[in-house]
């Protein structure tokens, strides 16, 4: 499944709950609509029950009518009445449910004996007992029925309303109660879906995501040969295999530019090691052909001296050479800071008095131990010793100082040892590139002293640092990590 059809199937889960939730409220809606119209209907036979209770009030006044002469019509209205009455009390007991037909039966009965009643009385005004035909009226129907039946009619208007009220106010009370529950359950199940459709689909995007991430971090910390699968078939898989495509194009150029880079490398190394052998092999000759032609002169034991000097030049700068283009054997163990650069200075001693360098130092002897190779530790200071001397032709002060410096944020600390000399420094221009293989300010320098010191510190773990205000001198500062362990002496001490 795509990663769009995936988002579309989690919208939609993320409308269900809203659907089921507005047909839940048609359905509630719907139910209601027939509950009050069930109220209605109940209120409809009310009203026709009262025509029942007009029509039947009505027949009676038809026989005080009578009794009283003012109206010849009134037999016959009592006839009609009587009729009126059967049709409306038809109509009324045809809309009753089964448990009411009772009450239809009472107002019958009542009803007979209005009728009867009423017969009586219109036979005895016929023969003249118009008296009696009132006292009858009165005692029967004023006094008896028609109480009956304002007592039966309250009964019914009672139980009409305890009934149609009561039923329609139970009827919408079990629809809210199954429609509080059906949105309990709506949203209960909503929210159980959503989550376990959330964590598949977190999950179905996530892993693959955070593998692609990964496999991404690897090839970006330069492992060009790590595999990254694409076994997916949505945009994550698409993603994945663009990554893949990107990976081969980036290892071929890769292998372009590493066979480049070693061209051009060895290109600079040759024009390096040409320009720095040409210059001495010329003069060696010059001095050779001299002292030939004049072998017992003085002036041919100087050029002969020179030719030595040459070739001692010569020697440092093959001895310079081999130490950066072989890789050196790497042995650490624990020294002492002090020891270390004790042991280089004895071979500057005459360098310094020829030069009228002059040296201080100050390197505190309980500083912690430092664990390097003690070979590549003294050739680096070798190396920067040097620099620093040959920047004093005409004297000057060199001095080497050493302190440690205090635990930084991760909780490690170090040795710092600094070398800084008076002479002319290093133009801004050049600083940046004066650790670079080749690269030097002086015509009789390799350009490969610091650039050996560089690679030395970085492999016993420290760090070379370079300050050169322009006119006021370098600054060297080697910073190697301290040894944690102070039980464990430096190899060397007591």
């Known amino acids: 499944m795509t990663f769009q059809r995936k988002l579309l199937l989690g919208f939609s889960l993320m409308a269900l709950p809203a659907l089921l939730v507005g047909a839940e409220a048609i359905r509630s809606n719907a139910l209601e609509r027939r509950a009050l119209e069930a109220l209605g209907e109940s209120l409809a036979r009310n009203r026709t029950y009262a025509d029942v209770e007009n029509a039947m009030f009505d027949q009676t006044e038809a026989v005080w009518r009578h009794l009283t002469g003012l109206d010849p019509d009134a037999r016959q209205e009592w006839r009609l009445g009587g009729e009126v009455v059967d049709y409306w009390l038809d109509r009324w007991s045809s809309e009753l449910r089964p448990e009411q037909v009772e009450l239809a039966n009472g107002v019958r009965e009542i ?229 270390l650069i004790e042991g280089v200075l004895p071979a500057f001693t005459q360098l310094l008095e020829e030069r009228k360098v002059e040296l201080t130092v100050d390197v505190p002897g309980d500083l912690p131990p430092v664990r390097v190779d003690p070979m590549q530790m003294e050739q680096t200071l070798v190396e920067v010793v040097s620099n620093a001397i040959d920047a004093m032709p005409d004297g000057g002060r060199l001095a080497i100082r050493a302190w440690r410096d205090p635990p930084d944020t991760r909780g490690s600390d170090a040795v710092v040892i600094e070398i800084a000399d008076t002479g002319a420094g290093i133009p801004a221009e050049a600083l940046a590139r004066v650790t670079e293989p080749f690269f030097t300010t002086r015509s009789e320098g390799t350009g490969l002293g610091l650039a050996i010191a560089k690679r030395y510190v970085e492999q016993n773990g420290g760090r070379l640092e370079l300050v050169s205000p322009p006119g006021a001198g370098t600054t060297v500062r080697v910073r190697i990590p301290a040894v944690h362990d102070p039980g464990d002496a430096p190899e060397g001490t007591a």
């Open 111 to 339: 009803q007979r004996q209005i009728r009867a009643a009423g017969d009586s009385v219109f036979r005895l005004a016929d023969v003249g007992r118009r008296n009696e035909a009132y006292a009858l009226a009165r005692s029967e129907i004023k006094l008896r029925i028609l109480p009956a039946l304002a007592q039966v009619n309250r009964e019914i208007y009672r139980k009409t309303r305890e009934s149609s009220v009561q039923r329609a106010f139970a009827r919408v009370e079990e629809i809210v109660d199954t429609e509080r529950r059906l949105l309990v359950g709506i949203i209960v199940g909503a929210l159980a879906a959503g989550l376990v459709a959330s964590w598949l689909i977190t999950r179905s995007l996530a892993r693959p995501i955070n593998e692609l991430r990964g496999a991404m971090a690897v090839v970006g910390a330069g492992d060009l040969d790590h595999p990254i699968a694409a076994r997916r078939q949505d945009e994550i898989g698409d993603l994945a295999r663009a990554f893949s495509e990107m990976t081969n194009r980036l290892r071929h150029t890769q292998t372009k530019l590493v066979q480049s880079e070693k061209l051009a490398s060895i290109g600079e190394m040759s024009a390096a090691v040409a320009h720095g052998l040409r210059n001495p092999l010329a003069s060696l000759r010059a001095a050779a052909q001299f002292a030939l032609k004049r072998p017992d002169s003085p002036a041919s034991r100087e050029q002969l001296s020179a030719i030595v000097d040459e070739v001692d030049r010569l020697d440092r700068r093959i001895t310079h050479l081999l130490s950066f283009s072989r890789p050196a054997p790497f042995h650490p163990m624990r020294e002492s800071v002090a020891q």
